[in-house]
């Protein structure tokens, strides 16, 4: 989740949803929404104390491309060019490929500045 809900957001959409303009400084959230899930968002007009349920959900479209994106990201594809095999890697995968051949030519470095300063 990338944005914050705060009471202008909780009073657009009652008045989306129920057709019910009310003022946002009526709600009194002690902080905005970071998260997902249901919450209850105390609203205050006169003497009148009620407490207003608020579930925050994910946009459908929003929650389909991350999972695109996550599912492109773990899995290995493969395509035929020519005669060559192209194998597409995930970020994970070669990062622990850059990571072995770092240690690999740090292993090298060693061992040669040992028989270097070995006399």
Same mark, same amino acid.
């Given at each position: 989740?990338?944005?914050?809900?705060?009471?202008? #957001? &909780? /009073?657009?959409?009652?008045?989306?949803?129920?057709?019910? @303009?009310?003022?946002?400084?009526?709600?009194?959230?002690? +902080? $905005?929404?970071?998260?997902?899930?249901?919450?209850?968002?105390?609203?205050?007009?006169?003497?009148?104390?009620? #407490? &207003? /349920?608020?579930?925050?959900?994910?946009?459908?479209?929003? @929650?389909?491309?991350?999972?695109?994106?996550?599912?492109? +990201? $773990?899995?290995?594809?493969?395509?035929?060019?020519?005669?060559?095999?192209?194998?597409?890697?995930?970020?994970?995968?070669? /990062?622990?490929?850059?990571?072995?051949?770092?240690?690999?030519?740090?292993?090298?470095?060693?061992?040669?500045?040992?028989? $270097?300063?070995?006399?």
């Amino acid at each position: 989740m990338y944005a914050k809900v705060d009471e202008n #957001d &909780v /009073a657009k959409a009652i008045n989306d949803t129920y057709g019910v @303009a009310i003022e946002p400084h009526y709600l009194k959230l002690k +902080k $905005k929404i970071t998260a997902l899930g249901s919450f209850s968002v105390p609203f205050l007009y006169k003497e009148i104390k009620k #407490d &207003v /349920a608020v579930k925050v959900e994910q946009d459908p479209e929003e @929650a389909d491309k991350i999972a695109k994106h996550n599912a492109a +990201k $773990k899995s290995k594809t493969h395509e035929i060019v020519g005669e060559e095999v192209v194998i597409k890697k995930t970020r994970e995968e070669m /990062a622990a490929e850059k990571e072995a051949a770092r240690l690999v030519k740090r292993e090298e470095t060693i061992k040669r500045l040992k028989e $270097k300063f070995k006399d």
